[in-house]
T-cell receptor, first 116, second 114 residues
């Protein structure tokens, strides 16, 4: 079974631009969550999508948004990029909410976003 | 809100020796899950071991075992017979039984000395 796939692996953007990151979950997983990882703040939860609906949201400004498609693939968008948005963005998929009680999440390799 | 604390930013161990990484957490919930994830330089978070709060028996996966003390809200990871490939950042994580948000500690960087 293929793992969680995130694209692209690396991105360099300029302040003020917008960016879209993509995540394809493990087949059969309908829950997709996004996390931001920085040296200063550690791993912080952005949001979770399940069956195309945002189910939970972390404490991030409205510039951070996401969506999920009918095939469970998810995209995350950051508008009006700031230098502080430079981070590793991790996507995680899980079976939570499908009736399967497997509790763990499976992570992709992340997208390294650098804002200059 | 749930918090997870890892008080050891860095640890080192000699190859073939045993090392224990510490983690404490704070929650008012009674049903939850605890995890240890490993993040090597490749950046991918890999599940090492998980523990269900309702289980009294400590989880074990090959060379990895945990010491789960529910009353003390403590969840340590023991790595036996350490190998060079164990070198990585280790994160302790908490997840409620009713929600899918993970709360992570700040991580412990483990160095394995040949």
């Amino acid at each position: 079974k293929a793992g969680v796939t995130q694209t692209p692996r690396y991105l360099i953007k300029t302040r003020g631009q917008q960016v879209t990151l993509s995540c394809s979950p493990i087949s059969g997983h309908r829950s997709v969550s996004w996390y931001q990882q920085t040296p200063g703040q550690g791993l912080q939860f952005l949001f979770e999508y399940f069956s195309e609906t945002q189910r939970n949201k972390g404490n991030f400004p409205g510039r951070f948004s996401g969506r999920q498609f009918s095939n469970s693939r998810s995209e995350m968008n950051v508008s009006t990029l700031e230098l502080g948005d430079s981070a590793l963005y991790l996507c995680a998929s899980s079976l939570f909410g499908t009736g399967d009680l497997t509790p763990e999440a499976f992570f992709g390799q992340g997208t390294r976003l650098t804002v200059v | 809100a749930q918090t997870v604390t890892q008080s050891q930013p860095e640890m080192s161990v000699q190859e073939a020796e045993t090392v224990t990484l510490s983690c404490t957490y704070d929650t008012s919930e009674s049903d939850y899950y605890l995890f240890w994830y490993k993040q090597p330089p490749s950046r991918q978070m890999i599940l090492v071991i998980r523990q269900e709060a309702y289980k009294q028996q400590n989880a074990t996966e090959n060379r990895f075992s945990v010491n789960f003390q529910k009353a003390a809200k403590s969840f340590s990871l023991k790595i036996s017979d350490s190998q060079l490939g164990d070198a990585a950042m280790y994160f302790c994580a908490y997840r409620s039984a009713t929600g899918n948000q993970f709360y992570f500690g700040t991580g412990t960087s483990l160095t394995v000395i040949p």
